[in-house]
């Protein structure tokens, strides 16, 4: 999804994208509450658009863990 109001996620901190996230959850909860669907509905869609930045970013640094890894455990293995 996109939100034309979001600026570039990229340059946000890790912590940064957390504490938005529950900050607006906690008003999107409050929307519910008071019945506004249509603010719900774009609430959820920025909520949409951070937790798919943090996954992406976790995901990218597993797959780094996992090369790095591989390359770290060959000087550690003699089969001498």
Sequence with gaps: MFNPLIDNLHKLKD???ELKIQDLTK????AAKCGQGQLCLQI?????????ELKTRYRKRMEDLEKNKD??????INID
Excluded: A
């Design 15 to 17: 912590d940064d994208i």
């Design 27 to 30: 008003k999107y909860h409050i």
């Design 71 to 76: 390359k770290n455990l060959d000087g550690l």
């Design 44 to 52: 959820s869609s920025i909520l949409n658009m951070l937790n798919d």
